[in-house]
């Protein structure tokens, strides 16, 4: 009992994860919109020469991450599937989640990569802050932007 009880808790948790997530992952965290999320005033506030490094920077980073991201989706499922097995595999979900442990790190030195390029190519202003705004770009989710689509600006 306390297993099923567990394992209903881990797959409502995943599956909110990764449901906020989705909501999140679009430029301005679902608030839509031209470069909406780059900051308070999006790339707006960038000239055209910065949001060209910066949309160079980025597609780079996406182009990079894709595969990455996409496998971790499939984790994602895979482990969802466990999770809700007539006779879940305890086994089959730890390796699942360590993998996906493991991912979603290799995602985040990404993306902390991606931030350190953004400010020194682009400038300090152009990831925004974490004040009343909202944190800038770093809007994707699961474990910060992971999963298939799920990038810094929903790719």
Do not use: W
């Not at 209903?8 to 839509?32: D, N, Y």
């Not at 989710?141 to 992971?146: D, I, L, S």
């Amino acid at each position: 009992m306390r297993a099923k009880t567990l394992g209903i808790a881990a797959l409502a948790l995943v599956t909110l994860m990764a449901t906020s997530s989705l909501a999140l992952a679009r430029p301005g965290g679902g608030k839509g919109g031209p470069g909406a999320g780059y900051g308070c005033g999006g790339m707006a506030q960038l000239t055209p020469e910065q949001q060209a490094a910066f949309q160079k920077i980025h597609d780079a980073y996406a182009a990079k991450t894709a595969q990455l991201r996409a496998d971790l989706g499939v984790k994602m499922a895979e482990l969802n599937a466990a999770s809700v097995a007539a006779t879940p595999d305890q086994g089959k979900i730890d390796a699942l989640t360590k993998q996906i442990g493991e991912m979603q790190g290799r995602l985040l030195a990404e993306k902390t990569q991606f931030r350190l390029q953004v400010t020194k190519e682009v400038g300090p202003g152009a990831m925004g802050g974490m004040g009343p705004c909202g944190g800038g770009y770093h809007r994707g989710g699961m474990g910060g932007g992971m999963g298939g689509g799920m990038g810094p600006c929903g790719q």
